[in-house]
């Protein structure tokens, strides 16, 4: 087995599973910056994204339901805050329905979540069992794909405004605050993670947790490419996109 | 909302899920059965099947563990004795490490799961997560899969045999049980979903659960498809069988 690793390695270790395994490297992210997609195979991205952002405050209760100290819980509950907001208008997953809405798709048949691929809710739902069932420091570790994420958003919003002629910055108005509050999240992320993996089995628990997390987000671009790129079969019941 | 079925039109409807869903109809058995896949191909499957396989018995014992009734639990607790065996030597579980030894597959390896999917994983745990969150009603119900399989199994058995020259019977022994326990299983579990379900949410509830388990096979072969056929790129981390 692995031995100790200094700060400085497991924090580089972290960061090396990122340049590996982050999905910034998915040939489906690169046809959507790119313009490679049909509106049809943009609107199936957001559709099937939207899954998994109306999880993402259910994983952060979840973490906070598990933290026993209430300074850890007032910096996490934050997470549920930017997501959640303060009213239906407000907050991370209205701005994502901004996005479906302006795709042209139908809110309830978006918030019905019936056209959503099987394998992105098994995906997903992966993710929520794991922050329920593993420890909470396998769990903090999860998050750290936001370490990755910055860069990844910028790419997307100048990639999408430059080539979909109907993307307009409103509708991207989700990625306009995600830098910034990924940046901080993370940021408190990593330095729980560094300061609580102290011995071996703890590091690399939490080395397999942001791989594990990797693969969650991994496989939902895996399932969109497959369903509606190549060979572009969505399975029985899911999401097909009108003719052009 | 659909109003209460008759025992003839849910059983029917319950067939009719299998008819359009069930994976017998996915492009990836097609070419199994046909000789269509390389060798490596025809690992990767089996590699990825075992850890459907493996985690049958523990879905078993989580719906025993949700039954009241002892004749219930001593009828369903069949399953997991034929799936383990009364030794090493035995069990359905063993019989897929007798297929994945004769396609070369090393069994330390295998069992140790590394070279799975992790969309294969998403799936086989939301199955088990079902089983354990859901009614009992609807874990029942979403064993009736097996329903179809006597059918699919008859036909990969006598394609197999025919298109690929290291395929031999005994390497697809764990074939020859199943039909006849397929068969036993799903008649009483049928037995059990059309008494058990009499109101109309309910049977609305069992034939989603069916839906759900046909979503978890499919989602399976999709992520085969999509990884070693087309476009045939595997995950990070994942197995990628030798060059021909």
Redesign the interface.
Known sequence: MSGLLSRAQLEAALRRIGE??YHHLH?FHHLLNGGGLAKGQVQAWALNRYYYQRMIPLKDAAIVSRMDDAGLRREWRQRIVDHDGNSDEDGGLRRWLALTDGLGLDRAYVTSTDGV???T???V??YL?FVREKSLLEAVASSLTELFSPLAIGARVRGMLENYDYITPEILAYFDKRPEQATRDSDFALAYVLDNARRPDQQQDALRAL??K???L??QL??L???YV??G?P???AFRPEAA
């Open positions: 590996e395994r040939p691929l099987p394998a809710k098994f995906a739902e992966a069992h791989t594990f990797c693969d969650v991994w496989a895996d399932a490419h497959h369903a190549a060979p079969t399975p029985p019941g």
